[in-house]
Nanobody
Framework: VQLQASGGGLVQAGGSLRLSCAAS????????MGWFRQAPGKEREFVVA???????TAYADSVKGRFTISRDNAKKVYLQMNSLKPEDTAVYYC????????????????????WGQGTQVTVSS
């Protein structure tokens, strides 16, 4: 599976962006999906994840109520980001993990099998 993240850019604080993650090679239908981010000088951190079925999700406390993950269970996963803050500035990565259980939500980067190349999100104050 090859992943391609897009949709990043420069936005003012309080604004919104929608990131997309597209798959090539096969669909996302049997993969748990996640979004992670990495700011300069910091480790990659969990943002949000969705189970294979999309029925279960997990969000980092820092983004709860502002970010939403969605998927069409075909070849795209989205991250809707609202009320953006300067501390959301980072490179955002989408990731996919092959799982047998359609309910599994993975929040640890090391459990993911495939990664996109990242898309830069910059929030100005």
């Amino acid at each position: 599976v090859q992943l391609q993240a897009s949709g990043g850019g420069l936005v003012q604080a309080g604004g919104s962006l929608r990131l997309s993650c597209a798959a090539s090679g096969r669909t996302f239908s049997s993969y748990s999906m996640g979004w992670f981010r990495q700011a300069p000088g910091k480790e990659r951190e969990f943002v949000v994840a969705s189970s294979w079925s999309g029925d279960s999700t997990a969000y980092a406390d820092s983004v709860k109520g502002r970010f939403t993950i969605s998927r069409d269970n075909a070849k795209k996963v989205y991250l809707q980001m609202n009320s953006l803050k300067p501390e959301d500035t980072a490179v955002y990565y989408c990731a996919a993990a092959s799982t047998d259980d359609h309910r599994v939500v993975l929040t640890t980067p090391g459990l993911y099998d495939y990664w996109g190349q990242g898309t830069q999100v910059t929030v100005s104050s």
